[in-house]
């Protein structure tokens, strides 16, 4: 089974300071990660994924998230926070090796970004 | 190339009274998946369909939940007898499928059971 911690459910930050969310996922095989946001009655937009190869990910609107297997990580970041990017972020984790899962998503219980002026 | 299509956006019900949401995916997609978002938790997937067939319904309760994505027309989540715990926002996501396909969701539908 597959499991996904956000630690912090609230991170505030100020506009221009860094931001970090943290994810840690338990899986018995190496798996699929992402990060998806969730804006305001929407539904959610995915930001960027690992599958293989590079370790660090680059993602839309300036996230980036970097995979680390020996800590079983994959937190999100942001050099420079930006107002627009106040929404709710989820990291979600996958199993590619079993048929018909690789789009099955298990998700961690969400971090809310506020940010102020 | 619309998105995926959830209607209605609100739903309220009365406890006792079925529910039915309605997801059209995204033109070409044939992979469907439904989850649900409870208050302050992040999204459980529900159930997995293809086209005519249900994939894996292991998130699915065991009574009074069914979906169905028939040949032609949006897949559909139905409760019968809702209850007040089956409150939450339920999202449709698609893929056209194959590993590390990328999937898209839809905006949900909020039930709000009375």
């Known amino acids: 089974a597959q499991s996904v911690t956000q630690l912090g459910s609230h991170v505030s930050v100020s506009e221009g300071a860094l931001v970090l969310l943290r994810c840690n996922y338990s899986s018995s095989v190496p798996p699929y990660l992402f990060w998806y946001v969730q804006y305001p009655n929407q539904g959610l937009q995915l930001l960027l994924k690992y599958t293989t190869g590079a370790t660090l990910v680059k993602g839309i609107n300036g996230f980036e998230a970097e995979f680390k297997k020996s800590e079983t990580s994959f937190h999100l970041t942001k050099p420079s926070a930006h107002m627009s990017d106040a929404a709710e972020y989820f990291c979600?984790?996958?199993?590619?090796?079993?048929?018909?899962?690789?789009?099955?998503?298990?998700f961690g219980t969400g971090t809310r970004l506020q940010v102020t002026l | 190339n619309a998105g995926v299509m959830q209607n209605p956006r609100h739903l309220v019900r009365r406890r006792g009274q079925e529910a039915r949401l309605r997801c059209s995916p995204m033109?070409?997609?044939?992979?469907v998946y439904w989850y649900r978002q409870l208050p302050e938790e992040g999204l459980k997937f529900m159930v997995y369909?293809?086209?005519?067939?249900?994939?894996?319904e292991s998130g699915m309760p065991k009574e009074r939940f069914s979906a169905e994505f028939p040949k032609e027309g949006p897949s559909i989540l139905r409760i019968q007898q809702v209850v007040r715990g089956d409150s939450a926002a339920y999202f449709c996501?698609?893929?056209?499928?194959?590993?590390?396909?990328?999937?898209?969701f839809g905006s949900g539908t909020q039930l709000s059971v009375l």
């Open positions: 033109k070409g997609h044939s992979h």
């Open positions: 369909l293809q086209k005519e067939n249900i994939i894996d």
């Open positions: 979600a984790v996958s199993d590619p090796f079993r048929a018909g899962t690789a789009s099955k998503l298990t």
């Open positions: 996501a698609s893929s056209p499928g194959g590993i590390n396909e990328k999937l898209f």
